[in-house]
């Protein structure tokens, strides 16, 4: 009976576990370029080889292409591809993300809402506008110049196991030992293409999402249902003992 309540307990944890992956994604839905984490479950084996409970593992990070939307803000860019914009933190660490909501700044470099700037790319003073073209060539108009002025080169990034990269909490992607070292291309190579005026939209399907929360509600309920059959049941032992 004991091992009754700790299976059906662990069933709630996992049940618990899963719907707080859930949560998490929703919660990012509108953040540019955020990848949606599965969280997957192993089973706790007795020596007669059945399972008694489920723990769940490291959540798996998915890098399936997000909706890109329109914007047409020329700052916003999109990857369409598997690539990823290489960034320089405000603490100078290289590091990867799919986000493209960029800003210029005062220096004419393109930077992130957490003030990670874009490598590869310088716009000089007085620039009124930039375009970027299909290999990741930045053009840019300055007031009173005839004609665009080069202003660098967007290249991206590609890992062989895009699973393997840590999310820090400036919410950008650090390359780790599972993940392997980055590898360049142009934009329209292997890594992807570049789009202008496009924002790359968190690959959250939020239907499947609500699904996922029903079935787990319900796995949960039925546990807890377990649990207090169980506790049901050692109470009338209990009794028929002391009777």
Known sequence: MNRTLAVAAAGMNTQQALLDSIAANLANLDVPGYRVTRTDFSAFMNAQGKAVSSE??????????????????????????????????????????????????????????????LEGVALPPGTAS????????????VAGRNGGTGAGNINLASFINPSGLRL???????????SGSPKSGRSGSAQGSIKQRYLERANVTVVAAMMAVLAAQRAYEANAKVVQAADEMLRLANNLERG
Do not use: C, W, Y
Not at 61 to 73: A, I, P
Not at 130 to 140: L, Y
Not at 168 to 178: I, K, N, Q, R, W
């Open 130 to 141: 930039f375009t970027v073209d299909e290999r990741g060539k930045v053009i840019a108009f």
């Open 56 to 117: 769940s593992g490291d959540p798996e990070r998915l890098f399936t292409q997000g909706r890109l939307d329109l914007t047409d803000n020329p700052h916003d860019l999109a990857i369409e591809g598997d690539g990823f914009f290489a960034v320089v933190t405000a603490a100078g660490r290289r590091a990867f993300t799919r986000a493209g909501n960029f800003s210029p700044d005062a220096r004419g470099r393109l930077r992130l809402p957490n003030g990670a700037m």
């Open 168 to 178: 820090e909490a400036d919410g950008l992607f650090h390359p780790t030992v599972s």
